[in-house]
């Protein structure tokens, strides 16, 4: 696991695997998820 802050956008990265991302979704305004190609499927 990897988290990251971002002082200048105010915002946070949580990364809990270095799988490549197929596809991000919005889950509401401020959160987002990045998805592998399993999790789409």
């Known amino acids: 696991m ?3 802050y971002f002082s200048d956008t ?3 990265l949580l ?3 270095n ?3 197929v ?3 919005e889950i ?3 959160l ?3 998805l592998d190609e ?3 499927l």
């Open 2 to 4: 990897n988290i990251r």
């Open 10 to 12: 105010d915002t946070a």
């Open 15 to 17: 990364e809990f695997s």
């Open 19 to 21: 799988v490549p991302v």
């Open 23 to 25: 596809e991000t979704k």
């Open 28 to 30: 509401s305004e401020n």
């Open 32 to 34: 987002y998820i990045d």
């Open 38 to 40: 399993k999790a789409i």
